[in-house]
């Protein structure tokens, strides 16, 4: 296991953690406010809308991103640990 100073860390793993971090907050953030609109709406047209079109183009990139977060997550686990 490889040792890292604090300032290394502060400088060369912490901001990438965090934006990791934020990033991931903020899909899920998103996904559960989208939720909260759609049971919030009264009613919606009798046409595709384009809210309605950016949730599916949106429901497909995040099929598609699942895969890649699933590598991530397992390079994720493969790389280098410090103490």
Do not use: Y
Request: charged fraction near 35%; charge should be negative; include cysteine.
């Amino acid at each position: 296991m490889r040792h890292m100073t604090l300032d290394e860390w502060d400088k060369q793993v912490a901001p990438i953690l965090n934006a990791m971090e934020g990033r991931a907050r903020t899909i899920k953030r998103d996904c559960e406010q989208i939720m909260q609109w759609v049971k919030e709406i009264p009613v919606v047209p009798g046409f595709e809308s384009r809210a309605e079109g950016s949730m599916r183009a949106a429901k497909t990139s995040l099929s598609n991103a699942e895969a890649d977060l699933i590598e991530a997550i397992d390079l994720f686990h493969q790389k280098e640990k410090v103490k």
